[in-house]
C-alpha cells in the first residue's frame, strides 16, 4: 500500500480513484472504465460484466462488484458506511458526476484529490522502471531503424507509420502518443502532426515518439538532417545539444524542477535564442505520458531518486524550422540514468 494513500485511510478519509492510470496505479487492473474505492479498511473495484473477468485476473485482495453504474454503487456503499470525508480526483471527474456524488452523499465532505493522487506515482518502484526501459529500448531501436526508412521523397506520415510499426512489432504493447514526424520548415511546430509533405534534401527532420510496455511509457526526440546541413542548422543544433546536455547534468536528487529548467534555458537564451524555446525542459514519465513531476520555470517540486523525467530543450523558428533533442532519465542521488542510448550528434542522412 502506498504510504500516502495510507495515511489518508487512517485519518478516516475514503479515496475513490475513477482514472484508468490511478485505477491501475493503485489496483493493477487495467481495464480502464469503473472505479477503486478504498474505504473503511476495505477495497473495492467496482466495474462492468465486459471487464470482470479481468479484474478477478489482474486484482488481489479487492472485493470485485459488477456494476453498470460503478458512480452509483460506490455511492451506496459509502452512505452504508456513513462516509465523512471522501478524496476525489477533481482533474478527472466531470461536473455531472462531481454533482451526482455530492447529491447522493450525505453529510460527506468531498475533498479535490487528483494534486496528491498524482504526486503518490512520482517516484517509480524498481519493477515501474523496468519497464519504462524496456519501452526506452524498443524506441532508441526504432530510431536506429528509421534512419534506414528516410530519405528524399519519404512522406512524414509514413515515416510515423514505420516507427509505430516498428515498434509495435519489437515488444510494444501500443504507442504512448500520436507520434510526431516533421520536416523541413514545419519542424518549427513542437508539436506539429505529419503531413503528406514529402522529406526534401536538406530538410531537418524532428521525430518525438514513445511506446508503451505493460502500461508504462516511453518518450524519446531526435531531429536529424537530410543532405548536408546548413550554417544555420548546425548552429542552433549544437545550441541545443548543449542545452541538453547542461539540463541532464543538472537533474539530480535534490534540484527543483525549475532549477533544472533554469539552467538550459540559461545557456539558450545566453546564445540568443531565448525566445525560441517556449516550452518547458521536461516532464514526469509512467502510466502517463505527460506526469508530475515538471521541470519548468513554475514548478518547485524537488527531484527526488528514481523519478523518471524528460530533459528535451528545443528552439522552434517560424518559417525556418527548428530542433528538439529528448532523452528520458531516471533521477540518482548524484546525476542521473540516461534511459535513451541513440546519439546526440547530428545525423545526416
Ligand atoms: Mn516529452
Known amino acids: 500500500m502506498n504510504k500516502k494513500l495510507d495515511k489518508f485511510l487512517k485519518e478516516g478519509i475514503a479515496v475513490l480513484v475513477t482514472s484508468s492510470h490511478n485505477m491501475r496505479y493503485f489496483s493493477g487492473f487495467a481495464g480502464g472504465e469503473g472505479a477503486v474505492l478504498f474505504a473503511f479498511d476495505k477495497k473495492f473495484l467496482l466495474t462492468d460484466s465486459r471487464y470482470i473477468e479481468q479484474a478477478e485476473n489482474e486484482t488481489t485482495e479487492f472485493l470485485l462488484t459488477e456494476t453498470n453504474d460503478y458512480l452509483g454503487s460506490a455511492c451506496k456503499l459509502l452512505n452504508e458506511s456513513c462516509c465523512k470525508k471522501l478524496l476525489?480526483?477533481?482533474?478527472?471527474?466531470?461536473?455531472?458526476?462531481?454533482?451526482?456524488?455530492?447529491?447522493?452523499?450525505?453529510?460527506?465532505?468531498?475533498?479535490?484529490?487528483?494534486?496528491?493522487?498524482?504526486?503518490?506515482?512520482?517516484?517509480?518502484?524498481?519493477?515501474?522502471?523496468?519497464?519504462?526501459?524496456?519501452?526506452?529500448?524498443?524506441?532508441?531501436?526504432?530510431?536506429?531503424?528509421?534512419?534506414?526508412?528516410?530519405?528524399?521523397?519519404?512522406?512524414?506520415?509514413?515515416?510515423?507509420?514505420?516507427?509505430?510499426?516498428?515498434?509495435?512489432?519489437?515488444?510494444?504493447?501500443?504507442?504512448?502518443?500520436?507520434?510526431?514526424?516533421?520536416?523541413?520548415?514545419?519542424?518549427?511546430?513542437?508539436?506539429?502532426?505529419?503531413?503528406?509533405?514529402?522529406?526534401?534534401?536538406?530538410?531537418?527532420?524532428?521525430?518525438?515518439?514513445?511506446?508503451?510496455?505493460?502500461?508504462?511509457?516511453?518518450?524519446?526526440?531526435?531531429?536529424?538532417?537530410?543532405?548536408?546541413?546548413?550554417?544555420?542548422?548546425?548552429?542552433?543544433?549544437?545550441?541545443?545539444?548543449?542545452?541538453?546536455?547542461?539540463?541532464?547534468?543538472?537533474?539530480?536528487?535534490?534540484?527543483?524542477?525549475?532549477?533544472?529548467?533554469?539552467?538550459?534555458?540559461?545557456?539558450?537564451?545566453?546564445?540568443?535564442?531565448?525566445?525560441?524555446?517556449r516550452h518547458s525542459l521536461g516532464h514526469g514519465v509512467g502510466l502517463l505520458v505527460h506526469e508530475l513531476p515538471n521541470l519548468s520555470p513554475k514548478s518547485e517540486i524537488v527531484l527526488q531518486e528514481n523519478m523518471v523525467v524528460s530533459c528535451e530543450p528545443g528552439i522552434y523558428i517560424p518559417d525556418f524550422g527548428g530542433v528538439r533533442i529528448e532523452d528520458l532519465v531516471v533521477v540518482k542521488k548524484d546525476g542521473c540514468e540516461n534511459l535513451t542510448s541513440v546519439t546526440k550528434e547530428l545525423i545526416e542522412l
Open 88 to 277: 476525489v480526483e477533481d482533474n478527472e471527474i466531470s461536473a455531472r458526476d462531481y454533482d451526482r456524488i455530492s447529491k447522493a452523499l450525505e453529510n460527506c465532505e468531498i475533498i479535490f484529490g487528483s494534486d496528491n493522487m498524482n504526486t503518490m506515482r512520482m517516484v517509480k518502484t524498481d519493477k515501474e522502471l523496468e519497464k519504462i526501459k524496456q519501452a526506452e529500448e524498443i524506441g532508441s531501436k526504432a530510431f536506429e531503424h528509421i534512419l534506414e526508412f528516410i530519405k528524399p521523397d519519404v512522406r512524414e506520415k509514413d515515416i510515423a507509420l514505420e516507427i509505430e510499426y516498428f515498434m509495435k512489432k519489437n515488444g510494444a504493447d501500443g504507442i504512448a502518443f500520436d507520434t510526431i514526424a516533421i520536416s523541413g520548415k514545419r519542424t518549427s511546430l513542437p508539436h506539429g502532426t505529419p503531413s503528406n509533405k514529402k522529406i526534401e534534401k536538406g530538410d531537418f527532420v524532428t521525430m518525438d515518439f514513445g511506446c508503451n510496455v505493460d502500461g508504462y511509457c516511453s518518450d524519446m526526440t531526435r531531429t536529424i538532417v537530410v543532405g548536408k546541413p546548413s550554417g544555420e542548422q548546425k548552429k542552433i543544433y549544437n545550441v541545443v545539444k548543449e542545452a541538453q546536455q547542461i539540463g541532464l547534468d543538472a537533474i539530480r536528487r535534490g534540484i527543483r524542477g525549475c532549477d533544472a529548467d533554469k539552467a538550459a534555458r540559461e545557456y539558450i537564451e545566453k546564445c540568443g535564442f531565448g525566445q525560441y524555446f
